[in-house]
């Protein structure tokens, strides 16, 4: 069984709470870990969340760990620097919308309590010491937060300790913390590649391998440093670290790549962080070695973690239970004064249509169709002549959950289409590596339904109940209810609707 503590560390001094008309806050969470101190500010809307600030401090608190037993008495200085700061910076806030946890490298020194005491000393901060078991857990709902449909096992790469734990049904279950980061491996001293694969190895065989997968989420800022120079190495032109993919042999490559490289070698690298080269070799080493021992086919990055899973269980269920892709498409357009049941209204008006041709996504496409009607209004306050484009790469690179990199492109193209008629959308390049012909075709026709309806209905939502959109055979049939015909089948709605009976390849039928 997991346990389920309270993660809400308690902050004194309390002043007004934070929250912000339209249901939405903002919540914030102090990461002491075994290499990073970190604070980071979100903006909670419903189920989507959105990171509006992020500050780290590398103090490398675990750096002398696996020696002394210890913590660095240097990192403690940095991290109480960067705590000091990192309250300052919340004066004002309500205790009960601060986070506040520490990691392994906390959690594992003799002077670990020590260090605790003079934080809420000197900061007025009470670190909640996060079990090993607990941290993965974290580490899991993080991953759920970000792609609820993930399944498989959840990997955590921290600077002492590697945390593994199992998805099953949407849950995590049966977490490990191995001593496996950089830190508890040797980092920064220089990597012998062969020795130090065979300490990893043991220490794998010994209590990692009940989690053998085929799909493996990594979680943690060395793997996704090594994502982006993968994606720097294959030309991948859509550089979003989140839920970016790599078959079993992509990742060893990189992995056995990084692994052999100098400290030299790594500084003149482009895209790698430069305070990660003294053990990014080390966090290759591992990955390269769980892919092995864990027979794992494909890598999934997640941008989201511990972090992430903390607010996912603080959420009321009703709320957490929600897309995140949806909800976040919704976020992302609404504006003061604007119908916010647009979306909806035309995700019901256009599906009796759409649900009848093939799914170009399986499953997936109702999802898909939701979202794309939420970004309807997604132009609103851009320039109308540059909407299309606008649309397109605010979609194309949203920091919204929920979505691979292929339904990434595939709503980017429908939000295009829905603002232009142009054939071609922007990074023509990007599109065609990421998306299929028909999936690109599609996105063309679900943008095209969309601005259909809005032009029908004036963006008015309760107008669209007057009008219905279908297919028979052949034909898309756009029909009006009595007496409503020359007030929603004009000559521009004729335009649009021919727009999409072309998209769709079908012959057009007002009546």
């Not at 560390?9 to 249901?23: H, R, S, V």
């Not at 590398?58 to 000091?84: F, H, K, V």
Request: charged residues 25%.
């Amino acid at each position: 069984m997991w346990p389920r503590a309270d993660s809400r560390a308690l902050a004194p001094d309390p002043g007004p709470g934070t929250f912000k008309d339209l249901g939405s806050r903002q919540t914030a969470v102090i990461d002491v870990g075994s290499n990073s101190v970190r604070l980071v500010i979100y903006r909670l809307e419903g189920r989507a969340i959105w990171t509006v600030f992020n500050e780290k401090a590398l103090a490398g608190l675990g750096r002398d760990l696996p020696a002394t037993g210890r913590l660095s008495p240097d990192g403690i200085e940095t991290a109480l620097l960067a705590l000091r700061r990192f309250r300052a910076a919340l004066s004002g806030w309500d205790r009960s919308d601060i986070f506040a946890v520490a990691t392994a490298a906390v959690r594992e020194a003799s002077d670990g309590p020590a260090f605790l005491a003079r934080v809420e000393l000197e900061t007025g901060l009470r670190l909640r010491v996060l079990s090993g078991v607990e941290e993965a857990r974290y580490a899991a709902l993080g991953v759920l937060a970000g792609q609820p449909d993930a399944t498989g096992v959840v990997g955590d790469m921290g600077g002492s300790s590697l945390e593994l734990v199992h998805l099953d049904g949407g849950a995590p279950r049966d977490g490990v913390t191995l001593p496996l980061g950089p830190f508890a491996l040797g980092a920064p001293k220089p990597l012998d590649v062969d020795k130090m694969r065979k300490v990893i190895d043991g220490r794998i065989d010994k209590s990692g391998v009940r989690f053998r997968t085929r799909e493996f989420h990594a979680v943690g800022g060395a793997w996704r440093n090594l994502a982006l120079l993968h994606m720097e190495m294959a030309d991948y032109p859509l550089r979003v670290a989140h839920q970016y993919e790599m078959s079993r042999s992509d990742a060893v490559d990189v992995a056995r790549f990084v692994a052999r490289q100098s400290k030299a070698s790594l500084e003149r690298m482009q895209g790698l962080s430069k305070k990660r080269f003294d053990t990014l070799p080390y966090s290759a080493l591992v990955l390269d070695a769980l892919i092995e021992r864990l027979g794992i086919e494909r890598i999934v990055i997640s941008a989201y973690g511990l972090r992430e899973g903390l607010l996912l269980e603080a959420m009321p269920p009703e709320e957490a239970a929600q897309d995140p892709l949806i909800e976040g498409c919704e976020a992302l357009t609404t504006v003061r004064g604007l119908s916010c049941d647009l979306g909806m209204a035309l995700h019901d008006w256009l599906d009796p249509a759409f649900s009848r041709l093939p799914p170009v996504f399986g499953a997936r496409e109702p999802t898909l169709t939701a979202a794309a009607c939420r970004l309807a209004d997604l132009g609103a306050r851009l320039h109308p002549d540059h909407r299309g484009e606008l649309a397109f790469e605010q979609v194309l690179r949203a920091p919204i959950a929920g979505m691979n990199h292929p339904e990434r492109a595939f709503l980017a193209c429908a939000a295009f289409a829905r603002h232009s008629s142009a054939p071609a959308t922007p990074e023509p390049g990007t599109v065609s590596k990421v998306l299929s012909v028909e999936r690109r075709q599609r996105a063309r026709a679900l943008g095209s339904a969309i601005r259909l309806g809005c032009d029908l209905s004036g963006r008015n939502a309760s107008l669209l109940g007057h009008s219905t959109l279908s297919i028979e055979g052949d034909r898309l049939i756009l029909r009006a209810q009595e007496g409503w015909s020359d007030m929603l089948l004009g000559e521009q709605t004729a335009k649009r609707a021919q727009t999409l009976a072309q998209a769709l390849k079908l012959k057009l039928q007002l009546g």
